[in-house]
């Protein structure tokens, strides 16, 4: 089968090759991939910025059919519809996996990084990791369970916004539409902002019925709450001005959750966070508990991730796509391995 891979440590060694189709072994699954999401960390490990073990096939946004089973996996999964946690192994034993948190093990091996992903045709996955996707979600859309799994994990658990909360979401990418669009579910009021080169995503945000501001618009942000600031400032952009922004303008006592990530070390002005007892909580990859809330949402209706997929592609695109995805050209690009 062919597969997109990263082939060695160090910047780029990025390439398509064949591979042998996985074959799935005790209390594992095959999926035929339907669909599999590029994500901002997949240009991390192009960059050699996030920790990968090549050569290893990229991907972790998956939604696929289970074609068949290993030994001891109920053979009525054969055929469903899934997504699935990405997490491959962890330890089982230290602190954080005893307290029901495998998202921070330290030993934590991840599809599409630490063993190979979903840019493929097939996909082995652990059968207690699969989770089954509405009839009336989309085969590709299917893909962006996963990234909301990860927004609930930063905003649900426990929640961050309650009910008549102002929030403002920086950066109108999938992170900050699907945490929007949580917010919102939470009982949250939320005005998305982004910059001159986030058209196309802020358009988006509009036909999703939210507000939208340009992330230099301060006056916008701080009229929030009674002209006090929002509650709640949501950071999924990953820029350094956007988070000295995103603490600038929450209301005093208010909540700052971030959820973009860079590579690089940031200047921000920490003092507000004692000056204006601000709390600040992040989010990393998910967990069993936020994948049954996220689950729970799309059951409900309450999520929308059919508008979030910008094009449909298949691997041989995949520079292109990378490079669209890099420049904030569409939302979420989604490779199709059948095509």
């Given at each position: 089968?062919?597969?997109?891979?990263?082939?060695?440590?160090?910047?780029?060694?990025?390439?398509?090759?064949?591979?042998?189709?996985?074959?799935?072994?005790?209390?594992?699954?095959?999926?035929e991939v339907c669909a599999a999401g590029v994500c901002g960390t997949d240009l991390h490990i192009v960059e050699d910025t996030y920790s990968s073990r090549p050569p290893v096939t990229m991907g972790h946004e998956v939604s696929g059919i289970v074609r068949s089973v290993g030994p001891?996996?109920?053979?009525?999964?054969?055929?469903?519809?899934?997504?699935?946690?990405?997490?491959?192994?962890?330890?089982?034993?230290?602190?954080?996996?005893?307290?029901?948190?495998?998202?921070?093990?330290?030993?934590?091996?991840?599809?599409?990084?630490?063993?190979?992903?979903?840019?493929?045709?097939?996909?082995?996955?652990?059968?207690?990791?699969?989770?089954?996707?509405?009839?009336?979600?989309?085969?590709?859309?299917?893909?962006?369970?996963?990234?909301?799994?990860?927004?609930?994990?930063?905003?649900?658990?426990?929640?961050?916004?309650?009910?008549?909360?102002?929030?403002?979401?920086?950066?109108?990418?999938?992170?900050?539409?699907?945490?929007?669009?949580?917010?919102?579910?939470?009982?949250?009021?939320?005005?998305?902002?982004?910059?001159?080169?986030?058209?196309?995503?802020?358009?988006?945000?509009?036909?999703?019925?939210?507000?939208?501001?340009?992330?230099?618009?301060?006056?916008?942000?701080?009229?929030?709450?009674?002209?006090?600031?929002?509650?709640?400032?949501?950071?999924?952009?990953?820029?350094?001005?956007?988070?000295?922004?995103?603490?600038?303008?929450?209301?005093?006592?208010?909540?700052?959750?971030?959820?973009?990530?860079?590579?690089?070390?940031?200047?921000?002005?920490?003092?507000?966070?004692?000056?204006?007892?601000?709390?600040?909580?992040?989010?990393?990859?998910?967990?069993?508990?936020?994948?049954?809330?996220?689950?729970?949402?799309?059951?409900?209706?309450?999520?929308?991730?059919?508008?979030?997929?910008?094009?449909?592609?298949?691997?041989?695109?995949?520079?292109?796509?990378?490079?669209?995805?890099?420049?904030?050209?569409?939302?979420?690009?989604?490779?199709?391995?059948?095509?």
């Open positions: 089968m062919q597969a997109l891979e990263k082939a060695a440590h160090g910047q780029g060694h990025v390439r398509l090759t064949e591979r042998d189709a996985p074959v799935p072994g005790p209390g594992q699954a095959l999926l001891g996996v109920d053979t009525a999964w054969i055929g469903a519809r899934v997504s699935c946690e990405t997490f491959i192994s962890t330890c089982g034993a230290c602190p954080w996996c005893r307290d029901g948190r495998p998202n921070l093990c330290p030993s934590r091996r991840s599809i599409g990084s630490g063993a190979d992903g979903g840019f493929a045709a097939f996909l082995v996955v652990s059968s207690s990791q699969m989770h089954q996707v509405p009839d009336h979600l989309d085969e590709h859309a299917g893909a962006l369970c996963e990234p909301l799994a990860c927004v609930c994990q930063a905003l649900c658990d426990p929640s961050v916004v309650v009910a008549g909360d102002d929030v403002v979401v920086m950066g109108p990418g999938t992170m900050g539409l699907l945490a929007a669009q949580v917010a919102r579910a939470c009982g949250g009021t939320v005005l998305i902002t982004g910059t001159d080169r986030d058209e196309v995503r802020l358009a988006k945000a509009g036909e999703l019925g939210f507000a939208v501001a340009l992330a230099s618009d301060r006056p916008a942000m701080t009229a929030l709450g009674g002209g006090f600031g929002p509650h709640v400032v949501v950071e999924c952009s990953g820029a350094e001005k956007a988070m000295a922004t995103g603490l600038d303008v929450v209301r005093r006592g208010g909540r700052y959750v971030q959820i973009g990530q860079t590579a690089d070390s940031v200047s921000v002005p920490l003092a507000l966070v004692s000056f204006k007892e601000i709390s600040i909580t992040g989010g990393f990859a998910s967990t069993p508990q936020s994948w049954s809330r996220a689950m729970a949402l799309l059951d409900k209706r309450l999520v929308q991730l059919e508008p979030l997929v910008s094009e449909i592609v298949p691997l041989k695109d995949w520079e292109r796509v990378f490079a669209d995805t890099s420049h904030g050209r569409g939302v979420k690009y989604v490779f199709d391995p059948r095509r």
